[in-house]
Each structure stands twice: as structure tokens, then as C-alpha cells.
């Protein structure tokens, strides 16, 4: 029935680039045999799902949504897709997304931006868009997305839906196709919290193949619906500048919500806020254009038609081949990253995060997690997000303080603007402290 559903409404959608229902079915009447003949199965064994197009499918086209990939079939699975489809997970197919990662809206996907299910006026987010798409308009029952910046928490926001960003190190980015990869980390788009701990449980492990991967910080689940009564939560007044009316209403109600609920609501100053974006913008923009030098039309993907000689088949291949977004930001990396220029840019940000991370260390001082808004507004309209690339830089503002300092942050829906569109509320936690943001996700849901 999913097929169904996806064949009927993913033409307007436009969530998955790709779909591979043959072997979901096969997949599928397995565990339905397994099922008749009385054996257990596990809980996500049959769950139909999907997956964002940057995480290494084996033998499965995997194009991060750029022309450059494109007929790119990896030889190796992603550890994150070998662990489900180990526990028979039904991937449904590949979804839509930002091109290499890189966008708010899903907007400069090679294949068109993935739709809101709310309103197809309204885009689903970025970049993780169409695993939102997919999830919100349930065609997948759950997805897994890439978050550098704010890409799971972001379109979960728009799209009314859950959205885990994990500790750096918690999951393996082996098989993730690297934007960043400081601060790259793959985590769950759901319907509900019960599920994004189900997800994230299953896989949250060390894994040998990523060095950064720390190890388990699961067993979320069972720790659901903990009391929170005297749970400190922190605002800081930092993360509701800027941030529209509806929105910061929305999340100071939800602060009400906890107090009624037993929860102590701490008010904080972060004065560091102002930092992270530009130290983010610097950081995934000098990663990406190291990360990005692979792709010469050799190894992987789409090589260039015509050229003479080496030097220029590569030039062409890139020029033809990346996006408008992905050059600008190879451009704005080269530039931080070069002899010149180095030490006023790519050294003052390292710098600069290494203080934000210990902003954030004396915040956890006073409180157990932070409560924020996970985006300053709500869905963008089609065609906004990219016809000013620099305004979008700056709605990420609340998303990026995360994966700078490597902690984790959930975005669960708090209400609805006045035309209807979902608004989004951040809790943030310490350092492997996943089951205390998705116990307070929850309470809250
Ligand atoms: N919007 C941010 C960016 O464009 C975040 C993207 C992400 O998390 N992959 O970089």
C-alpha cells in the first residue's frame, strides 16, 4: 500500500528520486512468511522506510542528488543501512535532498525540490527534504537524514514531524557521503518520538569503520516517559532573537507546558550564539570543498563529453556537474582554506568553536536541556530559499550551534502558524544526553 500511495502522490511530492519497490516487496513477503509461520519478529523488521540519497546503498544508485553522481552505484553499504536491512527494514527507496547537502529547502536537488505535505506551495525543507516529504505525507513510516546544519531538524520542523539530530560520534557515517565531515551525523525523520528512540536504538553503535563513531548511546526507548518533574530546562534569549512571533509564542507555551508538568524553567544568556553561523559557514564550506575534490569524472559518476586532456576533462566534468550551490560553496572553502587568507578565517573559526562548545558546557551547568526554536519561521514558499542564498544562510541560525559543539537536538512539532503550517520546538542535550531530550520530547507529545 505504500508503493500505492507513493505512485499516486509522489508526482506532485517529488520525495523519493528513486524507487525501488521490487525488492521492498521482496523484502517484505519474507517477513510476512516469517510472520505466518509463527516467528517473531523484531520491531522494525517489515517497517516500510527510506533513505536519504547521500547514505551508501550497495548496488543502488546514490547520487547526493547531484548531476556529478549521477549512475553512481556504490560497491558497499552504508553501517546504518546494513544494520536495518539486517533487521529486515523495507527500504521503500532513495529520497530527495539538497544537492551534496547544501540548502534549507531541497531546492537545489538536481531532480526539483521534494514538496510540503501540508501544502505543496511550500517547500519541505532542507536538506533531508524528501525523507520529510516522505515521512509527513506517509509514504515511508520513518526515514533516516543527514544533519550538519540543521538538515533533519529542519525540514522534521516544517514538515510536523520528529527529527533527530544524535551526538557526533553516536551513529556511523561510514557509507554517509561527506559534506562535513565534523560535523555530518546520520539520526531519524518520524512520526513520533516512540519511534525516533525505536530508530535511533537500533542504530546508535560503534562501529570500527568510522573512526569519530564513540559507541552506544541508546536504550532511549525504554527510557520513555520518565518523570520530569525538577527538570531544569534552559532558554537562552539569544535563540529567540530574530525569531518570528508565532514561533517564539509556540515554544514559550511549550516552556509553560513543562512547568505545569513539574519542570523548572531556567532563563540563560548565550551571548556566544552570535558566533555560529559564520564560524558554521566557514567550517562546512572548508570541509566541503576538501571533501568534494573526489569527484573528477574518474572514480565516481558523470564525466564530461567532450575535452582535451586530463587537466581539462576534469574542469568540465566539475563545471558541468556541480550545482550553483555546491560551486559557490567549493569557491567560499578554497578562499578560507588558501595560504592568504587562512589564519583570518578557517583558524579564527576553530578557535571560535572551541569557545561555543564551552559556552555550551557552562550552560549545562545550570539547566538539563535547552529548549529552542528549531527554526526562526516556518516553511518557506517555493522559490524563496534560493533566490537569496545569503538570507537562507542566516535561517540555519538555530540549528548550527548543535553540530558545532557535536551535541544532540531533536525537533518535535509545537503548533501552527496562522495559515496553517507547522512550527517547530529544539530540545538540545548534553553530550550523549539522547535519552533525556527524547524523554522530554515526549512527555511533551
Ligand atoms: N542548511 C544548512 C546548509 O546549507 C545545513 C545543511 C545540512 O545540515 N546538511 O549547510
Given at each position: 500500500s505504500y508503493l500505492d500511495e507513493i505512485e499516486k502522490t509522489n508526482g506532485e511530492l517529488n520525495a523519493y528520486v528513486n524507487v525501488t519497490g521490487e525488492e521492498a516487496l521482496k523484502t517484505a513477503e519474507a517477513v510476512d512468511r516469517k510472520i505466518a509461520s509463527g516467528e517473531e519478529i523484531g520491531m522494525l523488521e517489515g517497517v516500510p522506510m527510506t533513505l536519504k540519497d547521500n547514505i551508501s546503498t550497495k548496488g543502488i544508485e546514490t547520487t547526493c542528488c547531484s548531476k556529478i553522481l549521477t549512475g553512481y552505484k556504490p560497491i558497499y553499504n552504508a553501517t546504518v543501512w546494513e544494520t536495518l536491512a539486517g533487521e529486515n527494514a523495507v527500504m521503500l527507496g532513495k529520497t530527495n535532498m539538497d544537492e551534496f547537502a547544501m540548502g534549507s529547502s531541497c531546492e537545489t536537488s538536481y531532480f526539483g525540490g521534494a514538496m510540503n505535505p501540508f501544502d505543496s506551495n511550500y517547500v519541505s525543507g532542507g536538506s533531508s527534504g524528501?525523507?520529510?516529504?516522505?515521512?509527513?505525507?506517509?509514504?515511508?513510516?520513518?526515514?533516516?537524514?543527514?544533519?550538519?546544519?540543521?538538515?533533519?531538524?529542519?525540514?522534521?520542523?516544517?514538515?510536523?514531524?520528529?527529527?533527530?539530530?544524535?551526538?557526533?560520534?553516536?551513529?556511523?557515517?561510514?557509507?554517509?557521503?561527506?559534506?562535513?565531515s565534523s560535523l555530518d551525523q546520520i539520526g531519524p525523520i518520524t512520526k513520533s518520538v516512540e519511534d525516533a528512540a525505536i530508530v535511533f536504538d537500533a542504530i546508535s553503535k560503534r562501529d570500527e569503520k568510522d573512526s569519530t563513531s564513540k559507541g552506544f548511546a541508546g536504550d532511549t526507548y525504554s527510557k520513555l516517559n520518565n518523570d520530569i518533574k525538577g527538570m531544569k530546562i534552559g532558554i537562552a534569549k539569544e535563540y529567540l532573537e530574530g525569531v518570528r512571533d508565532d514561533v517564539k509564542e509556540a515554544v514559550l507555551k511549550a516552556a509553560d507546558i513543562y512547568k505545569s508538568m513539574g519542570a523548572e524553567i531556567v532563563y540563560f544568556d548565550l551571548p556566544e550564539l552570535k558566533f555560529a553561523l559564520p564560524v558554521y559557514y566557514i567550517i562546512a564550506c572548508a570541509e566541503a570543498s576538501s571533501n568534494l575534490g573526489r569527484y573528477d569524472g574518474i572514480r565516481f559518476g558523470y564525466k564530461t563529453e567532450h575535452y582535451n586532456g586530463t587537466h581539462d576533462m576534469v574542469c568540465r566534468t566539475r563545471s558541468e556537474g556541480f550545482g550553483e550551490e555546491v560551486k559557490r560553496r567549493i569557491l567560499l572553502g578554497t578562499y578560507v582554506l588558501s595560504a592568504g587568507y587562512y589564519d583570518a578565517y578557517y583558524k579564527k573559526a576553530q578557535n571560535l568553536r572551541g569557545t561555543i562548545v564551552k559556552a555550551f558546557n557552562n550552560a549545562f551547568e545550570k539547566c538539563d536541556v535547552i529548549l529552542a526554536p528549531t527554526v526562526p519561521m516556518t516553511a518557506f514558499e517555493k522559490g524563496h530559499a534560493v533566490s537569496d542564498p545569503i538570507e537562507t544562510y542566516l535561517t540555519d541560525i538555530c540549528t548550527v550551534p548543535v553540530n558545532i559543539a557535536g551535541l544532540p537536538g531533536v525537533s518535535v512539532p509545537c503548533g501552527f502558524n496562522a495559515k496553517g503550517m507547522p512550527i517547530g520546538m529544539q530540545l538540545i542535550g548534553k553530550s550523549f544526553g539522547e535519552a533525556e531530550i527524547l524523554n522530554a520530547a515526549y512527555k511533551y507529545q
Open positions: 524528501g525523507v520529510a516529504s516522505a515521512v509527513g505525507a506517509n509514504i515511508a513510516a520513518y526515514g533516516l537524514g543527514s544533519d550538519t546544519g540543521g538538515s533533519i531538524r529542519q525540514p522534521a520542523s516544517f514538515c510536523g514531524i520528529v527529527g533527530l539530530k544524535p551526538t557526533y560520534g553516536a551513529v556511523s557515517r561510514y557509507g554517509l557521503i561527506a559534506y562535513a
